[in-house]
């Protein structure tokens, strides 16, 4: 069975940083394409970050563009999103999902539970 376990959520201060993981199993996770998406109050799923399976293509949505960086470690099954020059519209639940193969970025398998983010002063 597919498990994706997100952690590292968490109160910040505007301009502060928060790094999120996302620890995988259950699939062999070098060959799938990995995602970041998060949910804000009141608000639509919002797609956030993407990453190719072997880490050659990577993708942002404008709003986070510049400030947020996906990566992965294979060897551990791990991605990960460090979130820096944070802001209060950045407060969400955000999900790692699992793409349908090694560069798919819209059609999610499976997704984590969810680790909130909280912005604010």
């Known amino acids: 069975q597919v498990q994706l376990v997100e952690s590292g959520g968490g109160l910040a201060q505007p301009g502060g940083s928060l790094r999120l993981s996302c620890a995988a199993s259950g699939f062999t996770f070098s060959s799938y394409a990995m995602n970041w998406a998060r949910q804000a109050p009141g608000k639509g799923l919002e797609w956030v970050s993407g990453?190719?399976?072997?880490?050659?293509?990577?993708y942002y949505a404008d709003s986070v563009k510049g400030r947020f960086t996906i990566s992965r470690d294979n060897a551990k099954n791990t991605v990960y999103l460090q979130m820096n020059s944070l802001k209060p519209e950045d407060t969400a639940l955000y999900y790692c999902?699992?793409?349908?193969?090694?560069?798919?970025?819209?059609?999610?398998?499976?997704w984590g539970q969810g680790t909130q983010v909280t912005v604010s002063s």
């Open positions: 999902t699992k793409g349908a193969s090694g560069r798919s970025y819209t059609t999610y398998t499976n």
């Open positions: 990453m190719a399976s072997d880490g050659s293509d990577t």
